[in-house]
């Protein structure tokens, strides 16, 4: 069975950073596309970041392009997104997710199989 665990939530003032952790258990993590996502109050889950098995490929949101950065440890089973330059419109949980298909399809989470259970990120004003 896949696990997911996020980690690396919490209270941040805008314009600071975080990095949220996502350990992966439970089966081949460098055989797996990967993505985060997020879904804000009262708002709809929406695309953040992927990346493809090998970190090779990457693609982000509009909304956090040249502020977060997403990427992963194969070795550690350990995908990762750093935040940075953070504004209250990012506020919400935090979701991240792996599937088989490839990385481009990973925007869609239509096509991630696995997801962790969310972390709540808050950026205050």
């Known amino acids: 069975q896949v696990q997911l665990v996020e980690s690396g939530g919490g209270l941040v003032q805008a314009g600071g950073s975080l990095r949220l952790s996502c350990v992966v258990s439970?089966?081949?993590?460098?055989?797996?596309?990967g993505a985060w996502f997020r879904q804000g109050p009262g708002k709809v889950r929406e695309f953040v970041a992927l990346?493809?098995?090998?970190?090779?490929?990457?693609d982000y949101a509009d909304s956090v392009k040249g502020r977060f950065i997403i990427s992963r440890d194969n070795a550690k089973n350990t995908m990762s997104l750093q935040m940075n330059s953070l504004r209250p419109e990012d506020t919400a949980v935090y979701y991240c997710?792996?599937?088989?298909?490839?990385?481009?399809?990973?925007?869609?989470?239509?096509?991630?199989?696995?997801w962790g259970q969310g972390t709540l990120v808050t950026v205050s004003s």
């Open positions: 439970g089966s081949t993590f460098s055989s797996y596309s």
């Open positions: 997710a792996v599937g088989s298909a490839i990385a481009t399809m990973a925007r869609d989470y239509r096509y991630l199989e696995h």
């Open positions: 990346i493809g098995w090998s970190g090779a490929t990457t």
